[in-house]
Each structure stands twice: as C-alpha cells, then as structure tokens.
C-alpha cells in the first residue's frame, strides 16, 4: 500500500486512464475550431510610456521620472522653471502594454497592464494618466487612463514588510479606448488558410478531406496547413463560410510520445504511448547530515582562565544500497511506472532517471522540460 500511496503524485491520473481505454474511447472527434485558427487572424500588441500619479510616498526618485513631470505639466499648460521642484515619491514612470484582438473597432475597451520601470516601491493606489499606445509601426491605436488594481499590498515601516502580491505592476480593466478599427483581411480574393495549432501530418490530410468531402476544395499545404478555395456563393460572406467550417468535426489523431517535466515543482507526466529500448536503471541515495551544538567551557572556581564558547560538530552519513532493475524491448507505461515504483523513486528521482534514459537513446518519447 505504502507503494502505491508514493505512485500517486508521480504520474497524473489522465495518463494511467488513456493507458487503459483507447484514445477513440475518450474522444471520438474534435471541432476543427478547437484545433486550427484562420491565417493572418490575429492579435496585435501596443504598448506606450506613460505617469502614475497619487502615489502614497511609493512612487521612484529617478531623473528621468521628474523631467516627464515637467513636460507633463507643461503640456497642461503649467509652468516650472526645474523639474526637480516637483515633489519625489508621488509618481512613477511606467511602461504600459496591451494585446487588441483581431476586428477590434474605434471605441472598443481593453484591458491594459501597467509595470514601473525605476525604483517605485508599489503602484497600489495610483492613477495612470492618458497614456498614448502605439503599434510595432508607431501608429496610436489606443489611449489609456484609469485607477490601477494591483491585486495586492507591500508595506515597510521600521525594518519590517509584508507584502502579498507584486505591487509593481497593475492593470486598469477596460483602462484604453480604441481611437482606430483594426482591419482584418480573412484570406485573399478566392482563398483563405488555416493554420492548426500544432504541426501534424496526419490531422491536416484528415481537416482537407473532411472539408472537401462537405463544403469546399481544400488541400494540404504543409504540416501545419490548409489552403481552401471559397465556393462563390461564400466570396461576400465569409463569416459564414467560416461559420460551417469551424463547427466540422474530424477524427483526432494519437498525440506524439511525450514525457512533460516540470523540474521547480517536481511534476512529471508520461504519455500513454512512451515506450522504451532495453535498458538497465540503477537507483541509489546518500544522505549526508552536518548537526552543530554550540557549548560553553566554564573555568574551575578561582582559575586562571576565562570563559570560552565552543561548537561541537557531528558528521553522519547514510548510505542506502542501490536498486537496479532491467527494463525489456517495447516496455510501456505501466511497465515503466510499476519498475520504477518498486524501487521507490520519488519525483526528483524520476526526473533524473528519464533524462538519463533519454540521452542513453532508451526513452522513446519527446522529453520536454518545463
């Protein structure tokens, strides 16, 4: 029991269930809107340099942040021979960014995201002044204005803080106003692409016949996608011809071998369809403790001495025997997991053991670490 109880958080539950039943048993198919996405449909980011204003003595000291007081002061209209007459402390320089989705419109709202770029201790509080955004191109699309939300507080007085979030970057929900319509051109004059969101030959031969077979001429261009020829009665509508191909369903394919490893929390995911070249793996731990106690020599009554602290060190050493099990031709998941379960490996352990396997050429799978 004590075994099965460590297999638990090594390997995730969905793996040992899509070892067990086929994957056509779980999902028989899949929208093509789920998969794949039309080319040149996308989303465009904007960021500009802006003030935040209203600051509880959190705000940066910097040079940089007091000349663009002044030059926002003056462009109101208000009149300061130096900039360092301004107040410190109260603002802070900020970058602002934003991502506008694709056929955005002028008037639209989206969120912004707001980070100090000098020393501002927190942005809790603060108001973002308007704020010009531009594109890649240097066009203003967007003005954003508004209170931050920072999600959060950090707070030192005394040699002492405490903090609860990252208060040095915030968002203004619906903060920036679109000052422009974002075109978007869905294809060319009698085609459009999709693009699936993983290269897969397979899956982009069964998306064209699929839709050859229902709507209209397609073809697979590569392994990541397929060009379709608008019928004519579709050339003035494309939202729905669009419509009738996303809600098509195809027959998925069985995902690449893969091996996912997230090393800071000790996580390790092993697909159902990894398997393994013969192979031999040995397994051992050392554990080495350092304890210190700290004592004090006290001197005989009406000695020549003084007193004198001293640390006592102790060093142990613990040395497990090793575990080497042998793994056969073709092994699978199951077979892998109860190997290594035998010999009580735990996440850490089965970290190092799969890249040892994967550079002795043994794992068969794709070993992504994350």
């Not at 204005?145 to 707070?155: A, E, F, H, T, W």
């Amino acid at each position: 029991m004590k075994k099965i109880t460590k297999l638990i958080p090594i390997i995730m539950i969905m793996s040992l269930i899509t070892t067990i039943l086929p994957v056509q048993a779980i999902v028989s198919t899949v929208r093509i809107k789920d998969i794949a996405h039309v080319r040149g449909v996308r989303d465009n980011q904007i960021v500009g340099y802006g003030v935040v204003v209203g600051l509880p003595k959190t705000g940066d000291n910097s040079r940089s942040t007091q000349i663009t007081n002044k030059m926002l002061l003056m462009n109101l209209g208000t009149i300061i021979d130096q900039e360092n007459y301004i107040q410190k402390g109260s603002t802070a320089a900020v970058i602002v960014t934003a991502t506008v989705p694709p056929f955005a419109k002028n008037g639209d709202r989206i969120d912004v995201t707001v980070s100090t770029m000098a020393d501002c201790k927190s942005l809790e509080g603060g108001v973002l002044v308007q704020t010009i955004l531009k594109a890649a191109n240097g066009e203003a699309v967007a003005v954003a204005q508004g209170p931050l939300s920072v999600g959060g507080i950090n707070v030192s007085e005394g040699g002492n803080s405490a903090r609860t979030a990252i208060t040095t970057t915030g968002r203004v929900p619906g903060g920036a106003i679109m000052e422009r319509d974002m075109v978007t051109d869905i294809g060319d004059d009698t085609s459009l692409t999709l693009s699936i969101e993983e290269a897969d030959y397979t899956m982009v031969s069964r998306i064209a016949q699929t839709i050859t077979d229902i709507v209209a001429p397609a073809k697979a261009v590569d392994g990541n996608s397929i060009q379709i020829t608008i019928p004519e009665r579709f050339l003035n509508d494309r939202v729905t011809f669009l419509s009738i191909l996303e809600n098509l369903d195809v027959r998925p394919t069985t995902e690449k071998a893969r091996v996912v490893v997230n090393e800071r929390t000790g996580t390790v995911v092993i697909g159902a369809d990894v398997k393994l070249l013969p192979s031999a793996v040995a397994h051992g731990n050392l554990t080495v403790t350092v304890s210190t106690t700290n004592e004090v020599s006290q001197p005989n009554a009406f000695a020549q001495g003084s007193t004198v602290g001293f640390a006592n060190t102790e060093i142990s050493v613990n040395k497990n025997p090793g575990s080497i099990i042998a793994m056969p031709a073709n092994s699978n998941l199951n077979d892998l997991v109860r190997a290594l379960n035998s010999i009580g490996v735990t996440p850490i352990d089965l970290i190092s053991i799969l890249q040892a396997l994967k550079r002795a050429g043994s794992l068969q799978a794709e070993l992504i670490i994350i």
